[in-house]
């Protein structure tokens, strides 16, 4: 897979926290996920995509930082992962996702996203296709570390970059 | 009228207009929720909607919305991350007022709001 393909993620999610968040992430090295199982969270926002390009993004964070996320998005505080902060994370990826399909689509390629689902679970871990490269996109903010996941299908649109 | 199937979205644009003076709103989580309270609220002044959603998606229910004489003339506005230039002229040509790109700042949906009621 060339990885230019996970450019459009970046530039979204760094568009999104540092306009709903109002926060601004540094990001790390992205780099390919040997053992998914290994890379732990306790929240996790992930959305399908279907096209073009095809597989899974995630936004994977602690429960503080997806607490303080969705304070800073509605204002409101949190003490707890209730059903507002999981909207939260929920439109949180929701956003990345719609907003790198915007970039993908002015370069020819184009993709469906599905309806974003949340998990919440101590030291979860989410599953790899088989055929699917799994790229982790590390962030650090005032508000804690978090990942940007992506998992696509080794397509040749994908290869095209 | 706020139709969007997030409540964090359907909150932050509350918190956005509230603070401009509206303060009356009605929220759908679709579009189907949505045209259910059109037909029990006569008096709706514009509409915000998402584009991406279950059930009935923002694009279906703009077009329900243009194709139903009580509803045609109520303004809508998508807000979508759907910016891709042809998603955008689809919508326009069915009828869409305007459209609001997320992420947004708060400025950027006071202001089109104010202009799209004139207000």
Redesign the interface.
Known sequence: MNVDVINPFIHSTV??FE??VSISPRRGKPYIAKDPSRAMTDVSGVIGITGDVDGWVAIRLNRETALEI?AR????EKKYID??VR??I??AV??V???A??EF??KGQRFT?A?PTVVVGDDHSLSQARGTVYMIIPFESDIGSFSVDVCLADTKAQNRG | MIVD?????R??IK?ILTAEGFDRFIEAEDGNDALNKLRLNDDVDLILTDW???QMDGMTFLKAVKSTDAFKNIPVAMI?????K?EIIEALKVGAKDYIV????PDIVRDKVKKILGA
């Open positions: 568009n999104f306009t709903m969705t998005m509605t204002g409101e059903s507002m909207d939260a929920a439109e929701n956003i996702a719609g907003s399909k915007s689509s002015n996203i309806i | 199937d997030s409540m964090t979205m909150k932050i918190q991406n959603m279950p979508t991350t759907e910016s891709a042809e997320k992420p947004f700042k």
